[in-house]
């Protein structure tokens, strides 16, 4: 597609089940990113994926958060065992590291909401 | 390591009033600047960039100067309106190697008629 596609786009979900979400890059880009954004909050960082390289996972909040990108595209952030805390909209962003300069592309952003 | 500092919000503005959002960073290579914008129930786009010392990044009406001397790349706009109300966010790419785009906390702005 022509640019970042997360899904779904709102999520509700009952605390302690697993949510899974979902971000589809634009197609060549080299680096993914994952923050959240609680209610009128900043940007947190949660996790970064560049390449082949290992991921960096300095941001995510607990072990209950984790995430993965298969094949260099598409990436599934996990949350298990959900708490209220966890509601925020999480935002996925992808670009071309490969090149000077280059700025991010952001998607709508999934906003979950634990109940 | 790399970091954004940008100016706390909210900022409240009447409509045709001038705008200065500051924002300073700390780099250790030659980063690119960005200034990111959030309007209301959307996702982040970017608004301008600056890519080296000096540079210029402009859209809208905004404008922001790349000053390598003073580590600084502030937003600026001569005379805001209602539609401008949003959240804004200054941002680095370290240009250096595998290590990722940083962001700055943001900045709301609110501008009434």
């Known amino acids: 597609g022509a640019g970042v596609s997360q899904s779904p786009s709102n999520k509700v979900t009952e605390k302690g089940k697993d949510v899974e979400l979902r971000c589809d890059p634009i197609?060549?880009?080299?680096?993914l990113y994952w923050y959240r954004q609680s209610l009128g909050q900043g940007l947190e960082f949660l996790i970064y994926f560049q390449g082949n390289s290992a991921p960096d996972k300095s941001g995510l909040p607990s072990d209950r958060f984790s995430a993965e990108r298969t094949g260099g595209s598409v990436s599934t952030l996990t949350i298990q065992r959900t708490q209220q805390e966890d509601s925020a909209v999480y935002l996925c962003?992808?670009?071309?590291?490969?090149?000077?300069?280059?700025?991010?592309?952001f998607g709508q952003g999934t906003r979950l909401t634990v109940v | 390591g790399d970091s954004v500092t940008q100016m706390e919000g909210p900022v409240t503005l009447s409509e045709e009033a001038f705008l200065t959002i500051n924002c300073t960073y700390t780099a250790t290579g030659y980063p690119s600047l960005f200034w990111y914008v959030q309007y209301p129930g959307e996702g982040l786009q970017l608004l301008l960039k600056a890519t080296k010392a000096d540079d210029k990044g402009s859209n809208k009406g905004f404008e922001a100067t790349y000053r390598k001397e003073t580590t600084s790349f502030h937003l600026e706009k001569g005379s805001v309106q209602v539609s401008d109300s949003a959240v804004y966010f200054c941002a680095l790419n370290p240009n250096s190697g595998n290590t990722p785009l940083v962001f700055g906390k943001g900045t709301r702005l609110s501008v009434i008629a």
């Open positions: 197609s060549g880009h080299t680096a």
């Open positions: 962003a992808s670009s071309y590291l490969g090149a000077q300069n280059t700025e991010a592309f």
